[in-house]
């Protein structure tokens, strides 16, 4: 009879055990999730120079390329050929301030312009006044 509480009490605590056991070694495996795989043709470390301008009050409450509505005062930009969801780091020559932006629309349609920020990163790197740099 005292065999028996024994042998039921061990079933119970072996698969006890054994999860703890699986849990401590698995804490110390060291394992890191895997890196970011990018699409084939993703501008991974793409440098790009020209002109900026930014754009705002006509387009806030509008639908942007990606499909999101347009927020001036969020940190985003338009460019034309970088995929949407993109981080670009945008960096003025004229004041050396720089802004992170998501590229969530298409533009800019001005001739020569590479960019078009929303007026919250064109305030972050002081082109506000200037509409272009």
């Not at 793409?46 to 009050?57: D, I, L, Q, T």
Request: aromatic residues 10%; contains cysteine.
């Amino acid at each position: 009879m005292l065999g028996e509480k024994r042998t039921s009490r061990s079933r119970l605590l072996f698969p006890l055990f054994v999860l703890l056991l699986t849990t401590w070694l698995s804490g110390c495996s060291g394992w890191s999730p895997a890196r970011p795989t990018y699409p084939p043709g993703y501008p991974l470390g793409f440098v790009e120079r020209g002109s900026a301008s930014w754009y705002g009050p006509g387009f806030h409450g509008n639908r942007t390329a990606n499909g999101e509505v347009y927020d001036m005062h969020k940190l985003t930009a338009a460019h034309r050929t970088l995929p949407l969801g993109s981080v670009a780091v945008v960096r003025s020559l004229s004041t050396g301030r720089q802004v992170t932006v998501r590229i969530n629309d298409r533009g800019p349609f001005a001739r020569g312009r590479i960019l078009d920020l929303s007026i919250a990163g064109a305030q972050a790197v002081g082109m506000v006044g200037r509409g272009t740099d």
